[in-house]
């Protein structure tokens, strides 16, 4: 049963809106697109790895895909995928990485070979098993019965290598496809129940309840300012933001594609970029619109929560991590 379903990270949406309206004469291009096609990279992977989820046992195997909780001393640990059972917990650290991969797991480094390009991260290996302490630790803080913690790091990419991979690591470094087969060997080696299904349901709205996603803006990962963000309205069919209000639509001067609901895209750009509540001021210079009486027809038509007095009104666009557009 899959109790959290994967979705984009609030980052990733934030990266995905933020090239849209970043100019590639920007400096900052490159190393803006650099970090959105990592994170792009690995949604892929971990959307390739449901695939083989797929083949477990609905009614046995409960799934809560990226989750991030805080241990009891206030750090947070974000887990990529967490296998329930009643036997055993797994966490899985998904990595899709391409080229020749060598796991120096005891100086906590993975060395990566592509395309003649040698690059060093932190070991995934370290990571996982990092997660499974503090995984422990709020397990036990929350009075669940202990239970085996197993982790796995999956490579979901089919053109990696491993090379010198010692037994260590093939005990904890697994391709996607070997998902299954993993899975099989855990419920041989613990047979006994030790999850009832009251544990169960309270662990899943345990987790749910203390979710909290990254809120961290790419803006202030990258040094990007507001202002080298480009205002405007953009076209659903060509892309361009180059949108105009006419007569209650939206033409598009490049296309000459027409929208009555275009502005809805750029308010949600809004929100993930630059803030999670807006005034009637503010959503005419992002959407680039002249008129105050239509600005405030499009905030009072979306029902939005308000704050503030009429001649300081903001509208709030995010609640709960969640867009209200």
């Known amino acids: 049963m899959i109790l959290k379903k994967r979705e984009k990270s609030l980052y990733l949406l934030k ?28 949604y892929r992977g971990e959307m390739a790895v449901d695939y083989y989820l797929s083949f477990l046992s609905m009614s046995e195997y409960h799934i809560l895909n990226g989750i991030r909780l805080k241990d009891s001393l206030g750090r947070f640990f974000q887990i990529d995928t967490l296998l329930v059972t009643p036997w055993y917990y797994l966490i899985l650290e998904i990595k899709n990485i391409i080229g020749d991969l060598e796991f120096s797991y005891k100086q906590n480094q993975l060395i990566r070979t592509y395309e003649d390009k040698l690059d060093r991260m932190e070991c995934p290996i370290t990571q996982a098993k990092r997660q499974r302490a503090q995984l422990h630790d709020w397990l036990s803080k929350h009075n669940f019965p202990t239970m085996p913690i197993e982790y796995q790091v999956i490579i979901a990419n089919n053109h990696a290598r491993f090379l010198n991979a010692d037994k260590y690591v093939h005990e904890k470094v697994s391709r996607h496809s070997n998902i299954p087969n993993l899975t099989n060997s855990f419920e041989k080696k613990y047979s006994g129940k030790v999850f009832t299904d009251k544990d169960l349901k309270r ?12 809120t961290t803006s790419p803006l202030t990962q990258l040094k990007i300012e507001p202002f080298e963000i480009e205002k405007g309205v953009q076209c659903p069919s060509c892309k361009r933001i180059t949108m105009k209000r006419a007569h209650k639509f939206w033409f598009c001067t490049q296309c000459q594609f027409s929208s009555a609901t275009a502005h809805l895209h750029a308010m949600q750009d809004y929100a993930l970029l630059m803030g999670d509540t807006i005034s009637n001021k503010e959503l005419r210079y992002f959407l680039q619109l002249n008129s105050s009486s239509v600005a405030a027809k499009i905030l009072s038509s979306q029902n939005f929560p308000i704050s503030g007095t009429t001649r300081n009104r903001r509208y709030l666009l995010i609640k709960n991590n969640k867009l209200l557009i």
């Open 203 to 214: 662990l899943s709205k345990l987790i749910l309840k203390q979710d909290t996603p990254l």
């Open 15 to 42: 990266l995905e809106r933020m090239m849209a309206r970043l100019s590639e004469k920007n400096p900052k291009y490159g190393l803006a697109s650099n970090e959105f096609l990592k994170h792009q990279a690995g």
